[in-house]
């Protein structure tokens, strides 16, 4: 039997295909769609987003076959991984080919390519039919959307249709890994683990270069909220809490502290904190208060991701 038509998919593939900008759910955060082989589609993308224009963005696809021939040399490392990780919370960067325009890759000979797991993506990919630059759906630097409802709070009528696919299972964004020099370089931790990426690769990943690419995220600050953040140990964030009073909003893991008006406590987990960190991060936003305290995660392997989210959002406001 054939699969039923979603009209949703079918009306966003049109406005993707006639030059407009749709928002989509991924299994990271929601993207903000343009068709990645017309230069004017991806200008507005750029103008809605206010993203620098020598700041490359993602290409997405229905499948590895369709992703890696928008590159072209693609390394056995590359093959694997796109065979083991795909669909996945995985970028991998590569030289791009031909038809990779400079308005996708900030000028740069390289492209970041995706397939993502999110079902309504893909068959939003598959209806599509080729590769859709999509950012996070959000004004550029600011905190990535992770609902519906975000996008639509962020972009209101700048982006001409939102696909709901609901809240995102991973959270953050995708890894990104530089394949296109050799060694294998870890660019952006993400939704895949650097030490899985490894253990498929039979390698270490060594870390960023002055030669490396520039990619999505990597500025010192990213992903911030308009409300002045700062990170904290614990036992620094009590002393502040007793310095500032109910003037703050707090993210933690322990239990709410009484001083405090605005307190969410956070999951213990990586894989839970990562899921509900942009919202978290959303919902203290819009408390008025004068800043956010933001405890601390440990400083192990499994909340690099985190870590590097929280870095770059409070870059500036003291850490």
């Given at each position: 039997m054939a699969e039923a038509r979603n009209p949703s998919i079918e009306h966003a593939a049109r406005l993707l295909k006639s030059g407009g900008l749709v928002a989509f759910p991924t299994e990271t955060v929601y993207g903000?769609?343009?068709?990645?082989?017309?230069?004017?589609?991806?200008?507005?993308?750029?103008?809605?987003?206010?993203?620098?224009?020598?700041h490359p963005v993602i290409v997405h696809f229905a499948n590895a076959d369709r992703a890696l021939m928008w590159a072209r040399e693609v390394p056995d490392a590359a093959r694997?991984?796109?065979?083991?990780?795909?669909?996945?919370?995985?970028?991998i960067v590569l030289k791009r080919a031909m038809r990779v325009g400079d308005y996708i890759t900030g000028g740069q000979d390289t492209v970041g390519l995706r397939v993502p797991a999110h079902p309504l993506a893909h068959q939003l990919l598959?209806?599509?039919?080729?590769?859709?630059?999509?950012?996070?759906?959000?004004?550029?630097?600011?905190?990535?959307?992770?609902?519906?409802?975000?996008?639509?709070?962020?972009?209101g009528t700048d982006v001409q249709f939102v696909l709901d696919g609901g809240p995102c299972g991973v959270g953050i964004e995708s890894t990104i890994v530089d394949l296109s020099r050799g060694a294998p370089r870890?660019?952006?931790?993400?939704?895949?683990?650097?030490?899985?990426?490894?253990?498929?690769?039979?390698?270490?990943?060594?870390?960023?270069d002055e030669e490396a690419p520039r990619v999505s995220g990597s500025l010192p600050s990213h992903y911030a909220p308009h409300t002045p953040a700062r990170l904290l140990s614990a036992g620094t964030l009590q002393a502040e809490i007793a310095r500032l009073g109910n003037r703050v909003a707090v993210l933690a893991f322990s239990a709410p502290d009484e001083r405090v008006d605005y307190?969410?406590?956070?999951?213990?987990d990586p894989d839970g904190y990562a899921r509900g960190l942009y919202a978290a991060l959303r919902e203290l936003d819009a408390t008025g208060c004068e800043v956010l305290l933001i405890e601390s995660p440990p400083s192990t392997p499994e909340w690099q991701a985190v870590l590097d989210r929280l870095g770059r959002a409070t870059q500036g406001h003291g850490q």
């Open positions: 903000l769609g343009a068709d990645a082989s017309n230069p004017e589609a991806i200008a507005r993308l750029y103008a809605v987003k206010g993203r620098p224009s020598d694997e991984l796109a065979k083991r990780v795909w669909p996945g919370p995985l970028t598959e209806a599509f039919g080729g590769g859709l630059a999509a950012p996070s759906a959000n004004r550029f630097g600011r905190v990535s959307p992770t609902t519906a409802q975000h996008v639509r709070d962020d972009l870890l660019l952006r931790p993400g939704g895949v683990s650097a030490e899985e990426i490894e253990f498929v690769l039979g390698q270490p990943l060594a870390a960023p307190w969410l406590r956070m999951p213990a």
